[in-house]
């Protein structure tokens, strides 16, 4: 079980909990999907992500917390900060003595199981440059979080491959047709 940060990648992770792609690829139309539809679904990607200890007891007001969390940092990386505000409200930070009693760490005191390791982990990265680098595809279809490990820091897409491809095929064609 996590005692602190986390990796940003597990952030990552969270956030893509919540799949909106909505696309066909490859003659395959993919459909979103929320993975953290009931407590038991929340416990079980907690303990598969080693935030919580096997068999911590979830309440449904945790469910609801994580989804906000998920709902605030999802907006944050949008940039909506009104509603980022608002969601993420509930997640406040204090410095507390680190482990080792030699300095301080930021705790985050949710009240919900493993969302701390979680917010102290944007807190850490926001802090250190980090978070700079999670972004949602700009791929209105798609919406999916990543990682971008650009030069330069200027990606848009989750793949290249596929969105970045899609969308800019797209805008060649209404080119052409222009």
């Known amino acids: 079980m996590s005692d602190g940060v986390v990796d940003l990648v597990v952030v990552e992770q969270f956030l893509n909990t919540l799949d909106e792609r909505?696309?066909?690829?490859?003659?395959e139309r993919h459909t979103g999907h929320?993975?953290?539809?009931?407590?038991?679904?929340?416990?079980?990607?907690?303990?598969?992500?080693?935030?919580?200890?096997?068999?911590?007891?979830?309440?449904?007001?945790?469910?609801?917390?994580?989804?906000?969390?998920?709902?605030?940092?999802?907006?944050?990386?949008?940039d909506d900060s009104a509603r980022?505000?608002?969601?993420?409200?509930?997640?406040?930070?204090?410095l507390a003595p680190d482990a080792d009693g030699g300095g301080l760490r930021l705790?985050?005191?949710?009240?919900?199981?493993?969302?701390?390791?979680?917010?102290?982990t944007v807190a850490a990265n926001v802090a250190g440059g980090g978070w700079s680098r999670l972004k949602l595809c700009a791929s209105a279809d798609?919406?999916?979080?990543?990682?971008?490990?650009?030069r330069n820091g200027?990606?848009?897409?989750c793949s290249m491959d596929v969105c970045g491809n899609r969308n800019k095929t797209r805008a060649y064609r209404r080119r052409l047709a222009d």
Do not use: I, M, N
Request: aromatic share 8%; glycine share 10%.
């Open 22 to 27: 909505a696309f066909s690829w490859h003659g």
């Open 34 to 78: 929320d993975e953290l539809t009931s407590v038991q679904a929340l416990s079980a990607w907690l303990e598969a992500h080693d935030l919580v200890g096997a068999g911590q007891e979830l309440r449904p007001s945790d469910l609801t917390a994580a989804r906000a969390l998920r709902a605030g940092l999802r907006d944050a990386l949008s």
């Open 84 to 94: 980022t505000a608002k969601a993420l409200a509930p997640f406040p930070l204090t």
């Open 107 to 120: 705790v985050a005191d949710s009240g919900t199981p493993g969302l701390g390791a979680l917010v102290e």
């Open 142 to 150: 798609c919406r999916w979080a990543f990682y971008d490990t650009s």
């Open 154 to 157: 200027g990606g848009r897409w």
